[in-house]
C-alpha cells in the first residue's frame, strides 16, 4: 500500500480508536487540524490556549526576571495546596532527571506542553524561533499542493484534502483564541489554501520579511549561508514565477534545522528542567488524581498512584534512560522519591490545620485500577509484537510467506491501544506506534523504527480495491513515487516449516509446523526527497481472503508484502537497498464503503534524518487518498475486458490469491 513512512495519547484520550478514520482525534498528542475554519494568526502565534488556563495556571510575564516564579495550580493564597504543589513538582523534576524526553513529543502535546513551552519560550525572548518553524512547516505542506497543481485545486480536492499536520513540528491548533483570530488581522493566512504560484509566493515573501530581514523584530538565528541561499533564491522567483518546483518545497529547510538544533539543544534542555514543564505535567494528572488540600492528605497510598500516572505519563514522551531501568521498582523505598517527599511534607504538616483525609479528593480507584491494568496489558502486547517482528526480520535472507505473518498484521491493526494519530483529514487518518521496534541492524531499542498506518474509508467492494492496489497499470497513478516496478519470480506454496509464536513476556514461545503459500517477487525502486538516494526494494507479495462480519463470508482481502535481499543481485546504480515488511488490509464496512489500512515498517538502508521522515510523510499523507482515487476512476474508465486482472499486469500477484 505504502512505502517510505515513520510517543502515546495521553489518559483522556485512550477511548479514541484508529480503527478509522471518522473515529474522534485524540486532544492531547494529536495536532491534526480539525476544522477548516481555524485560523493561524501569524501576528499572533502564540496566544496562550483556552485549555492551558482551564487548570488556573499563573504565568510570569515575559518580563518576569526569573522562571523560579512558578505558574501555579488552584488558590495560591492557601500555603498548604501550594506547599503540596512545591514538593510534588520538586517530585516530577527528580523523576523527570530519570528518562529522555523527546523534544517532538512534548511539542505534539498541544493541549498543555506545547503551551507551557511557548510561555517558556516568551521568558526567554525567543518565541519567535518555535513561531518560524510552525508557519514554515505549514508552507511546506501547502507548497506540495501548488506544485502538483501549478494552475488551480478543484474544489473537491481542496475539501476532501485538508493541510496536513501529521509532522510534530506542525501547528498547533489547541488554542481558541488563536483559531478564532479573524482572517483580518493578518494580510496573508497560512490557512488559506494556494491556488497560484503567485500566491504562494507572497507566503515566501511574508516568511522572508517576518523571520529574515534584518529590520524585523522578529528575527531568527540562523547561518549566514543559510540565510544567503534562501534570499538568493526568493530574488529568483521574483524574477520568473514558472522557475518554481519540487525543491522549492524545502526552501526553508536548512533555516529550520539551525532554529530547531538551537530550540531542541538550548531552550528545551532549560524547559524540562523549569517550573514550567513541572507544572504542565502536575496539570496533566490532576486530571486523573485529585491533587490533596491538606499535607497530611500526602499518604503513601496517595505518592504510590502519584507516582504510577507520572511514570506513565513521562513515557508517552521519552524513555527511561537505561541506567535508571533496575531503580523503577523503587518507589516504596525508605529511600525513593516519594518517601523522602513524604517525610518532609509530614515534618512541615504541623505548621498548618491538619484534618482527617478527605476520601473525596482521591481519584477513582476503579478508574485509576483500570489504567494501571490497561498499561500493563499493553506492555505485554508491545512485547508480543516486537518479538514477532524481531523474528520476522531475522527472516529476511528467505522469500517465505505462512499464514503467521497475516496474523502478525492483522493483530497490529487490530490493536488500537498502540497507536497515536499524527494525521486527519475527511477520508483518511495516519498513525503511528506509540513504541519503536528493534530491526535486525539496530541493537538498540531506543534506535528503533516507529511502524506507521494509514487508515482510508472509500466507496468501492473489495474486488475493485484489491484489483487497483495490484494492478501494475496503475502504480504510476496510485504510487506516484516508484519509478520502476520489475517482476522477478514466482514460487509455489506447499512447503514445511516451523514459525515461532509468543515470546512476549511471562509466555512461552511455541514452535508450530506450517505450510507456505505461494509468493510473487518483484524489485521496486523508489524516489526519496534530495539528499537522499533512492531505494531499492525487493518484496516476495502474498494475497489472503479474509472473512467479513458484515457479509458473513469471506469478502475481504489482506495483501502481505515481506522484504527479502538477493545477495547475488547488484544493488541499482545510484540507488541504496531497503527492507519493506507491511500488510494492506482490505474490510468491507457496509454495502457501498470499504475500509483499507495500510501498516509498514520499514529499514531506510542506512541512518535517515528526521527531518526528512517529516518531509515524506508530509508529502504523503495530503496525497494517498487523492491517488487511490485517481487510481479507482482510472480503472473504471476502462473496458470491461481492460480491468480484469492477470498474471501479466499484476505481475503474477493474482496467482497468490489463497
Known sequence: MFFMKRNSTLMQSMASSPTSPNAPTPSSLSIAKTSTHSQ???????????????????????????????????????????????????????????YQIHFESCLSNETTLLPAFKEFLKFEHNLSALDFILITEEYMMLLANVVSSPTSMSESETCSTPPSSNSPMSPSTSSKQENNVSKSSSKLSLQDEPTTKKQQLEKIQFIVEKFLSDYSKDQINVSNSSRSE???????????????????????EKCKQDVYLELRNDNFARFLQSPYFSQ???????????????????????????????????????????????????????????????????S???????????????????????????????????????????????????????????????????????????????????????????????????????????????????????????????????????TQLKFKEFIEGGQTVHVTSGGAANMESAVKTTKTHPVACSSTIVKTPWPLSDREVYCATCIRREFNHFTQRQTDYTIFRKSYDPEEEAVAKGCVRALFYGATIIEQLNEKECKISGIAFIEAGGKVAPSIWNKILTAR???????????????????????????????????TLI
Not at 80 to 97: D, G, P, V, W, Y
Not at 231 to 242: D, M, S, T, V
Not at 299 to 321: A, N, V, Y
Request: net charge neutral.
Open 40 to 98: 493561524l494568526s501569524i501576528l499572533q502565534p502564540s496566544a496562550a490556549t483556552t485549555t492551558f488556563q482551564t487548570l488556573s495556571y499563573s504565568h510570569p510575564s515575559s518580563t518576569s526576571s526569573s522562571p523560579s516564579s512558578s505558574p501555579t495550580l488552584g488558590n495560591q493564597k492557601d500555603p498548604s495546596r501550594a506547599l503540596i504543589q512545591q514538593h510534588l513538582c520538586k517530585l516530577i523534576e527528580e523523576t523527570t532527571s530519570q
Open 280 to 346: 504542565a505535567i502536575l496539570s496533566i494528572i490532576s486530571q486523573d488524581l485529585s491533587i490533596p488540600k491538606k499535607t497530611n492528605m500526602l499518604t503513601p497510598e496517595f505518592l504510590q498512584d502519584f507516582m504510577t500516572l507520572l511514570e506513565f505519563q513521562l513515557s508517552t514522551i521519552g524513555e527511561k534512560r537505561r541506567n535508571t531501568m533496575a531503580n523503577s521498582s523503587s518507589n516504596n523505598c525508605p529511600t525513593s522519591p516519594s518517601s523522602s517527599i513524604l517525610s518532609e511534607v509530614d
Open 621 to 655: 499523507s495530503s496525497q494517498v487518498s487523492k491517488n487511490l482515487r485517481k487510481g479507482l476512476e482510472s480503472r473504471r474508465k476502462m473496458s470491461e475486458e481492460e480491468r480484469k486482472i492477470t498474471s501479466e499486469n499484476s505481475l503474477r500477484k493474482i496467482d
Open 230 to 252: 534562501v534570499l538568493k533564491r526568493f530574488e529568483e522567483l521574483n524574477e520568473n514565477i514558472e522557475s518554481m518546483n519540487d525543491n522549492d518545497i524545502y526552501l526553508f
Open 348 to 482: 512541615a504538616a504541623t505548621d498548618f490545620d491538619c484534618q482527617s483525609v478527605d476520601s473525596t479528593s482521591l481519584a477513582s480507584s476503579s478508574n485509576l485500577s483500570s489504567k494501571k491494568n490497561l498499561a500493563t496489558h499493553s506492555n505485554e502486547a508491545y512485547q508480543e509484537v516486537r518479538h514477532a517482528l524481531s523474528e520476522l526480520l531475522l527472516d529476511k535472507k528467505q522469500k517465505i510467506v505462512t499464514g503467521h505473518h497475516f496474523d502478525i498484521f492483522k493483530k497490529l491493526n487490530n490493536m488500537d491501544g498502540m497507536w497515536q494519530q499524527i494525521h486527519k483529514s475527511k477520508h483518511m487518518a495516519t498513525y503511528k506506534s506509540k513504541e519503536k521496534f528493534v530491526t535486525s541492524k539496530v541493537a538498540k531499542a531506543s534506535k528503533g523504527i516507529l511502524l506507521i498506518k494509514e487508515v482510508l474509508t472509500v466507496e468501492a467492494t473489495p474486488e475493485e480495491l484489491l484489483s487497483t492496489v495490484i494492478d501494475s497499470r496503475i502504480s504510476p497513478i496510485t504510487e506516484p513515487t516508484v
